[in-house]
Nanobody, 127 residues
Framework: EVQLVESGGGLVQAGGSLRLSCAAS????????IGWFRQAPGKEREGVAY????????GYEDSVKGRFTVSSDNAKNTVYLQMNSLKPEDTAIYYC????????????????????WGQGTQVTVSS
């Protein structure tokens, strides 16, 4: 059974940093691309950052480019989202998701393409 468990959320002041973790189990980690998404109250889920199964490629939405960094530790089956210079508008529930890809370098940005989702972790940025 595929499981994704996010952790690392919390309350932080604007300008601060948090590192989210997505621990994966139940599948061959190297075969799956990972995406980070977020959903704020009253808003649709939106993409944040993505990493290919080979971890050679990453992608970021414009709203977080230059502030967030996605990385992977294949030995720990864990993907991280380092979030710096946080803003109040970054407040949301953050989810990681996984999808099996046949192209190791593929970065998957569409949320509907993902097959597995974690339960989410709350990030709150105060002004």
């Amino acid at each position: 059974e595929v499981q994704l468990v996010e952790s690392g959320g919390g309350l932080v002041q604007a300008g601060g940093s948090l590192r989210l973790s997505c621990a994966a189990s139940g599948y061959t980690f190297d075969d799956y691309a990972i995406g980070w998404f977020r959903q704020a109250p009253g808003k649709e889920r939106e993409g944040v950052a993505y990493i290919s199964s080979s971890t050679s490629r990453t992608g970021y939405e414009d709203s977080v480019k230059g502030r967030f960094t996605v990385s992977s530790d294949n030995a720990k089956n864990t993907v991280y989202l380092q979030m710096n210079s946080l803003k109040p508008e970054d407040t949301a529930i953050y989810y990681c998701a996984a999808v099996r890809t046949v192209i190791p370098s593929a970065v998957v940005t569409a949320p509907y393409a993902y097959h597995y989702w974690g339960q989410g972790t709350q990030v709150t940025v105060s002004s």
